[in-house]
Every structure is written in structure tokens, then in C-alpha cells.
């Protein structure tokens, strides 16, 4: 399977600030996702980082709080903007395999945002 | 959309013990159902999945079983270890290749006592 190396780890940030995380791909994928998690709860899709074309975002998630960069094949940025404490969860990449035959759906691990 | 439910919230079992865990889906269109195990401070971690055209799938104590008619799929873990303690995710979507996303359950904490 693909491996993901998503940068930074975990970051603690002021209020009013911006993070930019960064999700690198051994190999080239098609399609990359931004997930969040919020402390205990299961994973909700921010948005599906589309290469050559603007990111496919999913209700409740809006281009201005969370853009989104995909250069490459290989690469994404997900940056949260203008951060409150409701911002403080585990940010997480993932991307899906090339075809029906390898991979699956693979995720880095995770960057752990907390905003004071 | 999709609507996956994820049944237990949390799951106590003794050691060498089975554990079960139980999904259900809304969008008959689904026809992949990936299953993941998340420890802390670590992404989730695919452990077994299965496509619609198969009714069970067994990977060493890992098994997974799909009732297509019913919207309902299981993980069974056989003969319980402590490394089993995590979170574990179902998940559902249309196809794996398109990168139709996937839509997860709310998750089963399990501990394995020893």
C-alpha cells in the first residue's frame, strides 16, 4: 500500500492563527483526502484534493476555513485558517489506490491540532 | 448520502476471547466495506475488507461477513490479544478504484483484558 508521511506531527497554535499541513505520497494517487476527527468521534470528510483542478468540498466544510493545495500527484496541503478552540482535532490524509486491485483507502498519521 | 452505524460503542472482552463488532449501511449503491483499527496517537490502519460480490472474507483471527440483503456487515476478531486493544471503524462506499469516499461508522473502542 502507499505510504503517507503528513507533517507536522501535532502543533498547538493561538487562536486567530493559520496551519498549513503537508500529506506526501510515496507514489502517485489520483484522488487525496482531508479527513478530520475530533477528540474521541469518528472521521468526517473535509474534502476531496482533486490535482489540476479546486478541491470538491462536503457540507459543512467551506474553501475559505480549510483551502487546499494539490500541485502534484504526489502532494497536498490542507490549511486551517483563522483557528478557534473548536479547530483543535486530528487532522488526518488519506489517499485511495489506483485501481480495484491494490491499496484500499490508506491514511498518514495524523496531525494532532490543538488551539489555545 | 450514506449513513453508517456502528454497534458497539465500546467492547470489554477477556482474553482469548471472540470479539464482534456490527455495521449497518443505508445506500444499497455500496459495494465496498473497509474496516480499520486506529491505536492512539496513530492513523487508522486498514485491517480487512470486503467487495459486495463475496459474502465472507478471513484473514488469519480477522473475518468479516457481509449480508447484502440486510445492509449489514461484521468484524469478528477470533482468540483475543491484548495488541487487539484499539478503535475500530467500518466504513462504506461505492467503489474503492473512482475514490468515492467513504463514509465511517462511529467507532467501537475494545479492550482485551488479560
Known amino acids: 500500500s502507499a505510504v503517507i508521511s503528513q507533517k507536522p506531527s501535532r502543533d498547538i497554535c493561538q487562536r486567530g492563527t493559520s496551519l498549513t499541513i503537508q500529506c506526501q505520497v510515496d507514489s502517485q494517487v489520483t484522488m487525496m483526502f482531508w479527513y478530520r476527527q475530533q477528540p474521541g468521534q469518528s472521521l468526517t470528510l473535509i474534502a476531496t484534493?482533486?490535482?489540476?483542478?479546486?478541491?470538491?468540498?462536503e457540507s459543512g466544510f467551506v474553501i475559505d476555513k480549510f483551502p487546499i493545495s494539490r500541485p502534484n500527484l504526489t502532494f497536498s496541503t490542507l490549511t486551517v485558517s483563522n483557528m478557534s478552540p473548536e479547530d483543535s482535532s486530528i487532522y488526518l490524509c488519506?489517499?485511495?489506490?489506483?485501481?480495484?486491485?491494490?491499496?484500499?483507502?490508506?491514511f498518514g498519521s495524523g496531525t494532532r491540532l490543538t488551539v489555545v | 448520502g450514506e449513513n453508517v452505524e456502528q454497534h458497539p460503542s465500546t467492547l470489554s472482552v477477556q482474553e482469548g476471547d471472540s470479539a464482534v463488532i456490527k455495521c449497518t449501511y443505508s445506500d444499497s449503491a455500496s459495494n465496498y466495506f473497509p474496516w480499520y483499527k486506529q491505536e492512539l496517537g496513530k492513523g487508522p490502519q486498514l485491517i480487512i475488507d470486503?467487495?459486495?460480490?463475496?459474502g465472507e472474507k478471513k484473514d488469519q483471527r480477522i473475518a468479516v461477513t457481509l449480508n447484502k440483503t440486510a445492509k449489514h456487515f461484521s468484524l469478528h476478531i477470533t482468540e483475543t490479544q491484548p495488541e487487539d486493544s484499539a478503535v475500530y471503524f467500518c466504513a462504506a462506499s461505492r467503489t474503492k478504484a473512482a475514490g468515492n469516499k467513504l463514509t465511517f461508522g462511529g467507532g467501537t473502542r475494545v479492550l482485551v483484558k488479560p
Open positions: 488519506s489517499v485511495a489506490g489506483p485501481t480495484e486491485s491494490n491499496y484500499g483507502y490508506t
Open positions: 470486503i467487495r459486495s460480490n463475496v
Open positions: 484534493a482533486n490535482q489540476g483542478s479546486e478541491a470538491t468540498y
